[in-house]
């Protein structure tokens, strides 16, 4: 069933956004939280924040962040807040289900279930 964006919240983005930052993380956990900090707890550096961003963009058609977006986003939570909320807004659309098992094929692994 296709979703209207304001029918799509934090509860459908979060299985996207943690599998992809758990994929691309220099730290690798078990699991990833929205409480984890990109940075302090995973590792992230400017390359792996900006790969985190680009494959995000393709997913929603986001739009690209300033710096001063990008460095509000401090906690996986962020990232999905971000995300949720400019699919409400209707400036990016929800993932569809074949691009998301695509984007994690890339990198090996299944795309987590929604």
């Known amino acids: 069933m296709t979703q209207t964006p304001a029918a799509v919240g934090a509860e459908a983005v979060s299985p996207v956004v943690c599998g992809m930052v758990r994929l691309i993380a220099p730290r690798k956990l078990d699991a990833v939280e929205p409480g984890h900090r990109l940075i302090g707890d995973l590792g992230f550096h400017s390359l792996v924040l900006a790969e985190l961003g680009y ?5 929603y058609g986001l739009r690209t962040l300033t710096p001063e977006e990008a460095m509000k986003l401090e906690r996986v939570s962020d990232v ?29 692994a299944e795309a987590p279930a929604a």
């Open 80 to 108: 999905i807040a971000f995300v949720a909320e400019e699919i409400a807004a209707g400036r990016a659309q929800p993932a569809e289900e074949d691009e998301v098992s695509s984007m994690f094929a890339r990198y090996g």
């Open 55 to 59: 494959n995000l963009e393709d997913l």
